[in-house]
C-alpha cells in the first residue's frame, strides 16, 4: 500500500506516526532552493524536526510544475494540497522567499549548513527537424499558448492524454501521436483503463507506433515500420514527450563552497511522480 502524499504509509515500522519523529539534537539552518512538492515536504519536515529553513522560489508562486493544472477543476485535490503546504509553513513559521533566482550570491549570504536543491525540471524538446513550429505543453496549459481548432499533441504519456482529454471537451479536434505501442505506459492500470475510456468518449484520434520525424507550421510527418511517411494536417502542434532534470552545475558548485550537506532531491534529480516527490522530500528532511 502507498500514498502519493502520506510518505508514511507502509513506513510505520520506522515512525508510527510524524509525532514520533525526532526532533533535531543539534538544528542547522537549511536552504531549499525550489517550491515544488519535493522542496515544500522537505521543508516542512526540516522545520517539524527543529531546523531553521528558508525555502526559496524563482516564480511567484509554490507548486513547481503542477501550478500548470491548479485551475482544473478535476484537480482540486492537488490545488488543496499545495494550499496546505502553504498553510503548514506559515504556521512552521518557515521563511518563504518567492520571485527570487538563487545564486551564488545568496547562498553565500544566507550561509546554511544544508542545501537542498529542488529545481525540478525542464521540458524534453527532441531534435525533430521543425521542431520550432511546435508549442509546450506547459504553455497551453498555463494559458500562455490558445491552441487552434484541430491539434496534434506529440506524446501520449499521461500529460498528453489528460491535456486531450481537455482540449477535446473544449470543443477542439484533437490526434495523439505516440511513437510506442501504447498510450499511458507506465501508469497503472485502472488509471490507464480510466485514460483510454475518456480519450474514446471525447473523440480524440490515437496513432501508436507513429514516431514523428518532422514537424511543418501546419502538420507532422510520421513514419512507420516500413519506411513510409505519412502527413497529419493541424493548426497547433503540442510537444509532451516528457521532462528532464534541470542541470544547476553553478548551483551545486556554489552550495558545497558553503554548506556542510547537499541535497539533489525531485525532479531536479530525476522527473517522476508526485509520490517520489513528496517521500524524497520527507526522507531528506528526517535524515539531515
Keep these: 500500500m502507498n500514498c502519493s502524499v502520506n510518505p508514511l504509509k507502509s513506513y510505520e515500522y520506522r515512525y508510527l506516526s510524524e509525532e514520533h519523529i525526532p526532533k533535531a539534537k543539534n538544528p542547522k539552518k537549511v536552504l531549499i532552493v525550489g517550491g515544488g512538492l519535493a522542496g515544500l515536504e522537505a521543508a516542512r519536515v526540516a522545520g517539524l524536526r527543529g531546523h531553521n529553513v528558508v525555502l526559496v522560489e524563482e516564480s511567484n508562486d509554490l507548486g513547481g510544475v503542477l501550478r500548470y493544472v491548479l485551475n482544473e477543476k478535476i484537480k482540486w485535490r492537488i490545488k488543496r494540497l499545495i494550499e496546505w503546504y502553504g498553510c503548514v509553513l506559515c504556521n512552521q513559521d518557515i521563511e518563504v522567499k518567492l520571485n527570487t533566482k538563487v545564486d ?21 524538446i527532441p531534435k525533430i527537424p521543425g521542431v520550432e513550429n511546435a508549442v509546450l505543453a506547459e504553455d497551453v496549459l498555463s494559458g500562455k499558448t490558445q491552441p487552434g481548432k484541430s491539434v496534434i499533441i506529440i506524446g501520449g504519456g499521461l500529460v498528453g492524454c489528460e491535456l486531450a482529454i481537455k482540449l477535446s471537451n473544449e470543443g477542439h479536434n484533437v490526434t495523439i501521436i505516440e511513437a510506442l505501442p501504447q498510450i499511458a505506459m507506465g501508469e497503472p492500470i485502472l488509471s490507464r483503463m480510466g485514460i483510454i475510456k475518456l480519450l474514446d468518449k471525447t473523440g480524440v484520434r490515437v496513432l501508436t507506433c507513429a514516431p514523428v520525424v518532422e514537424i511543418h507550421k501546419s502538420g507532422v510527418e510520421t513514419v512507420n515500420n516500413l519506411g513510409i511517411r505519412s502527413l497529419f494536417k493541424a493548426d497547433t502542434i503540442i510537444l509532451s514527450v516528457g521532462r528532464k532534470a534541470k542541470v544547476e552545475t553553478d548551483l551545486m558548485k556554489a552550495s558545497k563552497k558553503v554548506a556542510r550537506e547537499v541535497y539533489l532531491i525531485g525532479d531536479a534529480k530525476q522527473p517522476r511522480k508526485i509520490i517520489d516527490a513528496v517521500r524524497e522530500g520527507f526522507w531528506t528532511g528526517v535524515s539531515i
Aim: aromatic share 0%; no cysteine.
Design 104 to 124: 551564488a550570491d545568496i547562498i553565500q549570504k544566507e550561509n546554511p549548513d544544508v542545501v537542498i536543491l529542488a529545481t525540478g525540471s525542464d521540458p524534453l
